[in-house]
């Protein structure tokens, strides 16, 4: 299994990727980018997401959340070339209230499925500090310690939060460039495609957007290595 190196601008050599998030559109909007990567690179990606995200408070298209966001997952898959999809039906805004075993379980049992190589989430404090974000991250985690695998968290670089927390009084959470272990240069054609399939959420104006314009051509990354666990049944 290729380990992710420190200070490097290389993703590791994963042949199968197992992206972990919390609701439609992390995929896309957060994750994109660096997913588009994994793929171009020949890699096989596979998304588990544990909600449908219908308690969003953007509500870009008319019709039932939880649907239409279902629908625009699977076409945001296909426009990042993501091959399976499993979306879960826990309830959006009360991951941090389930039982966590169960998360675990389901993120064993896509890892096993996939015969993932590596996982990639949102980093531990969710980047957007949302509760939901921050259990599927440790839930992701402890799942990648039962078998034996490393973990890339998607972190934003400071002072990218401070500049969002003037601008729009958003709560995002980042790192200082000693606390980076990968930038990546991106490219953000495919993940701009995979956005417009979200058009509940793409919304004129959001903040999300000028996270993209503020990250540029990079995007960073945070590794968390998970050797000596038992079983690594998932690794090969």
Known sequence: MAQVEAGSDVLPAWRS???????????????????????????????LCFTHGEASTLHGVDGDLAAV???????????????????????????????????????????????????????AAGVTGHPDHVR???????????????????????PVPAQLAEEFGAGFVGHDPAEVDLVIPVEREHQLEAVTCHPSQAVPGSVLWRRLELLGPLEHLRRSVSRGSAGSSGSS
């Not at 399976?84 to 169960?102: F, H, K, M, Q």
């Not at 973990?151 to 400071?158: D, E, I, M, Q, R």
Request: with cysteine.
């Open 69 to 123: 966001r279902a629908v625009e997952l699977a076409a945001a898959a296909r426009a990042l070339g993501i091959g399976a999809v499993r979306l879960l039906e826990y309830p959006d805004g009360g991951l941090d209230l389930t039982t966590a075993d169960s998360l675990d379980d389901h993120v064993v049992t896509m890892i096993d499925e996939c015969h993932a190589h590596g996982l990639l989430v949102f980093d």
């Open 17 to 47: 990727v197992v992206v972990v998030v919390a609701r439609p559109d992390d995929e896309s909007f957060g994750l994109g980018a660096v997913i588009d990567r994994f793929v171009s690179s020949g890699a096989a990606v596979s998304v």
């Open 136 to 158: 599927a991250t440790s839930a992701a985690v402890v799942a990648a310690q039962r078998r034996g695998l490393d973990v890339l968290a998607w972190t934003l670089p400071n």
